[in-house]
């Protein structure tokens, strides 16, 4: 079974400064994706950015990007000139699919805080 | 191009009654997955569907809890006889299946009242 492991329940950063997200999981497939959610206090949850685990090359969405380590299990996500608006909770997720079956698997999350 | 429409958007049930959530796909989405967040926690996996198949239940409760994707129409998960303990917001999550996985794209959860 998947698993996936968010270590820090609550970061914080100044408007403008850069701060990284930790995220590890486990899996024994080698075909797999991994993403990063964020989710406002409306509590809609948004896709951030998303890493194909075939890809060595880390992803980078605008001011979020990724540090992929496949052979430590690791994911994090850095946002840059971090802004108010990106205060939130932040989930890391591993998808596997086998046949037709698929599961996306979700991070306990990190509570992000934005100050002035 | 409408998202994943959940509603009812708040749900409020006495205990004992049933709860139904309803989840229409993005246009052209034949994958859904239900999901359970308790408050302050992650999102913790129910129900993976296809059309007319359930694929994967492997974190639905074992009873009163069930879900359904018909042909025509929306997903519906079901509660039956709630309790206080079944209080959560549910989401569901659309990806259109097959090939690469761009990602589940979410609703914006129906949160459930027992009292």
């Known amino acids: 079974a998947q698993t996936v492991t968010q270590s820090q329940p609550e970061m914080s950063v100044q408007e403008a400064e850069t701060v990284t997200l930790s995220c590890t999981y486990d899996?024994?497939?080698?075909?797999?994706?991994l993403f990063w959610y964020k989710q406002p206090p409306s509590r809609q949850m948004i896709l951030v950015i998303r890493q194909e685990a075939y890809k060595q090359q880390n992803a980078t969405e605008n001011r979020f990007s990724v540090n992929f380590q496949k052979a430590a299990k690791s994911f994090s996500l850095k946002i840059s000139d971090s802004q108010l608006g990106d205060a939130a909770m932040y989930f890391c997720?591993?998808?596997?699919?086998?046949?037709?079956?698929?599961?996306?698997?979700f991070g306990t999350g990190t509570r992000l805080q934005v100050t002035l | 191009n409408a998202g994943v429409m959940q509603n009812p958007r708040h749900l409020v049930r006495r205990r004992g009654q049933e709860a139904r959530l309803r989840c229409s796909p993005m246009k052209g989405h034949s994958h859904v997955y239900w999901y359970r967040q308790l408050p302050e926690e992650g999102l913790k996996f129910m129900v993976y569907?296809?059309?007319?198949?359930?694929?994967?239940e492997s974190g639905m409760p074992k009873e009163r809890f069930s879900a359904e994707f018909p042909k025509e129409g929306p997903s519906i998960l079901r509660i039956q006889q709630v309790v206080r303990g079944d209080s959560a917001a549910y989401f569901c999550?659309?990806?259109?299946?097959?090939?690469?996985?761009?990602?589940?794209?979410f609703g914006q959860g129906t949160r459930l009242t027992v009292v």
């Open positions: 999550a659309s990806s259109p299946g097959g090939g690469a996985f761009s990602g589940a794209f």
């Open positions: 899996t024994s497939e080698s075909d797999y994706y």
């Open positions: 569907l296809q059309k007319e198949n359930i694929i994967d």
């Open positions: 997720a591993h998808y596997h699919a086998t046949g037709t079956a698929s599961k996306l698997t």
